[in-house]
């Protein structure tokens, strides 16, 4: 275990990423037995840093800086993170101990790092007033919607990326012999819709468009 983790790269040690390493009790007992030499710090529940005692008796402190470990803790938990900011500058929260926000696009997430004595908060990004009133006001346009779907995932910094289930459809598809194929606005409207900032009427009526719009500009052979 000990050897494994020190060939590992970066700070951050997750427990499920040494499980294989043996039995749950005995992976327990190991992981325990890091900690109490101060090579590994408890950060979360089944969440490390690989760490270094200060002295024979001293305090045990991370090998990775604040902004590093919880970029890569981000990573692993596979959140986005779009900025880190301090408890006062997050404009203050219920807990007073909290002494860094870290906001993801993720919807409806709540989890907490203790760093070195530092609490850290991983929340929703909230969005920009200016953002939530244009989505309020969208309007629905019937020409020009592959231009206005990909303008509006630029300013809404949303790109397409397949997940398991479009790969999965993509083959049962092919199987089938079905010849329809999506477009990129098409997968950019799923990545909008993905993401939060577009309702399914939204994007129903931009897909109706849309192909109405492909249809008109085919030209018979």
């Given at each position: ?37 101060g090579e590994l710090l408890r950060l979360a529940n089944g ?81 920009k007033h200016r953002e939530v009133e244009a989505h309020r ?61 577009l309702s399914k009427e939204e994007v129903a009526a931009l ?15």
């Amino acid at each position: 275990m000990r050897q494994s983790i020190r060939r590992r790269s970066g700070s951050v040690v997750l427990r499920s990423e040494v499980a294989a390493l043996g039995s749950r009790t005995q992976v327990t007992h190991a992981l325990g037995a890091l900690l109490r030499d101060g090579e590994l710090l408890r950060l979360a529940n089944g969440v490390y840093a690989k760490a270094k005692r200060e002295s024979p008796s001293g305090r045990v402190r991370p090998l990775g800086n604040l902004e590093e470990i919880v970029r890569e803790t981000a990573q692993k938990w596979g959140l986005v993170l779009r900025g880190m900011v301090s408890c006062n500058e997050a404009g203050g929260t219920e807990d007073g101990a909290v002494a860094l926000v870290a906001e993801t696009d993720s919807p409806r997430i709540s989890r907490r790092l203790v760093i070195d004595g530092q609490l850290v908060k991983f929340r929703s990004r909230r969005r920009k007033h200016r953002e939530v009133e244009a989505h309020r006001s969208l309007a629905i346009p019937a020409s020009g919607v592959a231009r206005f779907v990909q303008d509006l995932a630029r300013r809404l910094e949303v790109a397409y990326v397949p997940s398991s289930m479009d790969q999965w459809a993509e083959t049962v598809t092919n199987l089938a012999g079905d010849e329809v194929r999506s477009d990129t606005t098409q997968d950019l409207l799923v990545a909008l819709k993905r993401a939060g900032k577009l309702s399914k009427e939204e994007v129903a009526a931009l897909t109706v468009n849309h192909l109405r719009e492909r249809k008109q500009n085919v030209r018979p052979v």
